[in-house]
């Protein structure tokens, strides 16, 4: 399968769960804001809202929304402790965090600070609400390792995604060290360091190819 990736896009999330999983994907990077393949190919035609990720199928069919992704993914190898069974109240509790994630985190938090269209004065208001936040997220992390408990899972792969948008803001999370420590402890898993590692491969490949 191929996954539609961007370098610091919330894909990064996917890549993380697939190489949990040992599901092998190839990625295609895509220049999001030409809305470009590698092959000049127009992305419109993969996901007609222009937005990563995406998944191409065995069936050649695509699917998008990385959260849909990450449990379809994880719905192939049912008895991974990446994600609990569908029906049961374990599953709807990831997708509870996930639809936080998504929304509040992603596009309700971090969108407005990199979008550049944002008016001035509504950014701190932005960044006031990702703090609040954040700070939420801290509270919650001082009882147990990961977002549903002790164990790591999709929803755990997709909040720290986001949440590692705070080095590009400059956000210091030092003053949340539960939430600090979570965030320390899914860096040093294997599928992360090499999701990482994929990501800064293609960064350092386009610069060049930029510069040349
Ligand atoms: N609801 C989608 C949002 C995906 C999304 O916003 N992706 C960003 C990259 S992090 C993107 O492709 N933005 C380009 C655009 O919206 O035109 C999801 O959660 O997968």
Known sequence: MK????????????????????IPL?????????????????????????????LELPNGEFLSEGAVIMQYLADMRPNSELCATAGTLARYRIMEWMSFVASDLHKGGFMPLIKKVTPDDYRPIARQLVMTRLKWLNDHLAERDYLTGPTFTIADAHCYTIVMWTEYQNIDVSPWPHLQAYLQRISRRDSVIAAKAAERAEAERSAKATAS
């Not at 990736?5 to 949990?20: F, K, M, N, P, Q």
């Open 3 to 22: 996954l539609y990736h961007e370098v610091r896009g919330c894909s990064l999330a996917v890549d993380i769960v697939a190489r949990e999983l040992g």
């Open 26 to 54: 190839e990625l295609i990077w895509v220049d999001v804001p030409r809305k470009l393949l590698p092959d000049g190919t127009d992305y419109y035609k993969i996901n007609p809202k222009g937005q990563v990720p995406s």
